[in-house]
């Protein structure tokens, strides 16, 4: 009878710990879509002007993004959408391409 409580006490754990990770990778992944339609649609990138696109988990933005764009290789730049749906640059540097806009 022990037994069969810590094999579903186990289940019952590894089920909770598996729907946070993956409620976790649908958030990431729904930042990272987001971030990129912005970056093409209102800033003006193509999708070869973007490395790579990255959100995490931190505390102070809770969700930042990393972007890093073809013409600055190696830096990554800091978005956040400050759950407003409204991305805005935490990075005090300006990507190349909107410094071109000001």
Known sequence: MQKKVLIVSLVIVV???????????????????????????????????????????????????????????GTKYVFSDRQANEWTQLDPKTPQRLKEKE
């Open 15 to 73: 089920m909770v710990v598996g729907g946070i990770y993956s409620g976790l990778q649908m958030k990431y992944n729904k930042l990272e879509t987001s971030l990129k339609e912005h970056l093409v649609k209102v800033e003006g990138y193509s999708e070869n002007d973007i490395i790579s696109i990255k959100a995490k988990l931190s505390k102070m933005p809770k969700y930042p993004v990393y972007v890093e764009f073809a013409d600055d290789p």
